[in-house]
C-alpha cells in the first residue's frame, strides 16, 4: 500500500479498518477535552469499559454472599482461574492445561526458575539478552548467587555488535552452541522492551535443546502483542505480565505456560502451596503435597480474585477479536506509524529520527522505539503537554507503541502534525 501523510489518507483507512469500533470499548484520558494519542499500551494498556462491570460483580457477590461467593457467585471464586485456561491458551499458542494464571510477573519467573533452573557443577550458565528488562538482570544475579555460582561467570549476555541496536539471530544462536554443554538455562525477552525487536522464539528454543538446556521466555512485551505457538515450539516455560497489551489493570496478576511434557515429572523442584493442591482433595486439608496436573500445580496461593476480574474482561475481548485479526491491524498501523516519521524527519531540515526498532516486519510488533539525534527531553515534554501519551528511556529514546486495539490511523496523522510543530517550537 502506498501512504499518505494527509488527514483524509488516515480517515479512509480507519473506514476501511474492520476494528475500528473495538476503539469504543475503551476509556481514553481526555486532554482539552479530548481523547490523547495514546502510545503506552506496552507499559500499561487502556481500561475495557466492560472491566468494571467485573470488578463490581465480584464487589457485589462478596457483600451479598460474603465466604460464600467462593462456592456460590455466579462465578465461584474457588475456581475463578480456571475461566481463563481456553482464552489464553488461544492468544499464547498454548493447549489450556498449559496455562495458568498467578502472582505477578518477577515472582512467577522465580518460581519457575526453582523447577527448570537446575545447575550442576559443569552445566550451570543462563544465556539472556543484553540489555534485559532490569527485574530479569535482578532475578538472574539473586539466582544464580543463590546456586552458589559467580553471577560474572555464570549469566551470559548475548550481546550487540558495535554500533547496532539490535541483536543479530545468528549471534544468539552461535552463542548458545559457544556455551554449549555448560548451559542449563535460556531465558530470553520474547519482545525487548527497549528497542522493540521480536526475538524467533521457535528457533532459540530448537538451538537451546539441541545443546541439552532448557528454555523459557519472559513474554512481557510478546503476550497479546505477537503470534505465539508455545507448544508447538516446544518452549520449556513462560511467563508474562497481564497489564500492558492484555489491558488488564495496573500491576495486575502474571500468566504462566509449562509445557505438558513437564506435567508429570516428579523430578522436579517447585515451591508448593495449597492452591496447587490436587483439586479434589484441597480441602481435606491433607499433609502430603499433591500437585494438580498442569499449569494450575505451580500456583502458590488462592488467587486475588478482584485483580484477575478485569484481566477476564480484557481476554474475553481477545476471544471476541483474535490475534490474527489484531496483528494484522498492527502491522498495518506500525508501518503507517513508521511512514509518517519519515515524512516529518524530510519535511524539516536538520531533523534526524533514527527508528532503532527493526524494520523488517518479522522482527518488530506493536513498538518503535526512536532515537531522536539532537533532539532532547524538551519534545517528549511538549508531547506530554499536547495530549501525547508516550514513553522517554533514557538516553534519548522515545517509545511508541500503537496498541491496535484502540489507536487509530488518525491518531497516527495528529501524532505526527503535533511531532512537527513540537520540533519547530523546541528548535527556535
Known amino acids: 500500500m502506498t501512504f499518505q501523510n494527509t488527514l483524509e489518507f488516515a480517515q479512509q483507512l480507519d473506514n476501511q479498518d474492520e476494528l475500528k469500533s473495538w476503539r469504543d470499548q475503551f476509556i481514553f484520558p481526555q486532554h482539552n477535552g479530548k481523547n490523547v494519542i495514546y502510545f503506552t499500551g506496552n507499559s500499561l494498556g487502556l481500561q475495557p469499559k466492560i472491566a468494571k462491570n467485573y470488578v463490581d460483580e465480584v464487589m457485589n457477590d462478596w457483600a451479598n454472599l460474603a465466604v460464600e461467593g467462593h462456592f456460590f457467585a455466579e462465578k465461584p471464586w474457588w475456581d475463578y482461574h480456571e475461566r481463563f485456561a481456553q482464552p489464553l491458551s488461544k492468544i499464547v499458542g498454548a493447549k489450556p492445561i498449559e496455562v495458568t494464571v498467578m502472582n505477578t510477573l518477577t515472582v512467577n519467573l522465580h518460581l519457575l526458575m526453582v523447577s527448570f533452573y537446575k545447575p550442576t557443577k559443569t552445566r550451570y550458565k543462563i544465556i539472556c539478552e543484553e540489555k534485559a528488562f532490569p527485574s530479569d538482570q535482578y532475578m538472574f544475579q539473586t539466582q544464580v548467587k543463590f546456586h552458589g555460582f559467580n553471577p560474572e561467570d555464570a549469566i551470559v549476555e548475548v550481546k550487540r555488535r558495535e554500533g547496532e541496536h539490535n541483536i543479530r539471530h545468528e549471534d544468539i544462536i552461535a552463542k548458545i552452541n559457544e556455551v554449549g554443554d555448560e548451559l542449563a538455562l535460556v531465558l530470553f525477552g520474547g519482545v525487548n522492551y527497549y528497542t522493540g525487536q521480536v526475538f524467533n522464539v521457535e528457533q532459540i528454543t530448537k538451538a537451546g535443546h539441541n545443546v541439552g538446556a532448557i528454555v523459557g521466555f519472559d513474554l512481557a512485551h510478546a503476550a497479546g502483542n505477537i503470534k505465539l505457538e508455545l507448544h508447538?515450539?516446544?518452549?520449556?516455560?513462560?511467563?508474562?505480565?497481564?497489564?500492558?497489551?492484555?489491558?488488564?489493570?495496573?500491576?495486575?496478576?502474571?500468566?504462566?505456560?509449562?509445557?505438558?511434557?513437564?506435567?508429570?515429572?516428579?523430578?522436579?523442584?517447585?515451591?508448593?502451596?495449597?492452591?496447587?493442591?490436587?483439586?479434589?482433595?484441597?480441602?481435606?486439608?491433607?499433609?502430603?503435597?499433591?500437585?494438580?496436573?498442569?499449569?494450575?500445580?505451580?500456583?502458590?496461593?488462592?488467587?486475588?480474585?478482584?485483580?484477575?476480574?478485569?484481566?477476564?474482561?480484557?481476554?474475553?475481548?481477545?476471544a471476541q477479536v483474535g490475534m490474527d485479526k489484531l496483528i494484522a491491524k498492527r502491522n498495518q498501523l506500525t508501518a503507517y506509524l513508521e511512514f509518517i516519521l519519515h515524512e516529518i524527519d524530510k519535511e524539516i531540515p536538520g531533523t534526524e529520527f533514527e527508528i532503532i526498532t527493526p524494520s523488517n516486519q518479522e522482527e518488530r510488533a506493536c513498538q518503535l522505539s526512536v532515537f531522536l539525534h539532537g533532539q532532547g527531553r524538551n519534545l517528549f515534554d511538549y508531547l506530554m503537554a499536547k495530549g501525547v501519551i508516550t514513553d522517554w528511556r533514557e538516553p534519548n529514546v522515545i517509545r511508541l507503541a500503537p496498541a491496535p486495539f484502540y489507536c487509530s490511523y488518525e491518531d497516527m496523522y495528529n501524532f505526527g502534525q503535533i511531532l512537527k510543530e513540537g520540533i519547530q517550537i523546541v528548535n527556535k
Open 232 to 318: 508447538d515450539w516446544n518452549v520449556d516455560f513462560a511467563a508474562w505480565c497481564s497489564y500492558k497489551y492484555m489491558n488488564s489493570g495496573p500491576g495486575n496478576a502474571s500468566g504462566c505456560f509449562i509445557h505438558e511434557k513437564h506435567h508429570n515429572d516428579k523430578t522436579l523442584n517447585r515451591f508448593a502451596g495449597w492452591w496447587a493442591q490436587n483439586k479434589e482433595r484441597r480441602f481435606k486439608m491433607e499433609p502430603k503435597f499433591d500437585p494438580i496436573i498442569g499449569a494450575d500445580g505451580w500456583q502458590v496461593s488462592n488467587l486475588p480474585v478482584l485483580s484477575l476480574a478485569p484481566y477476564l474482561a480484557s481476554v474475553e475481548l481477545f
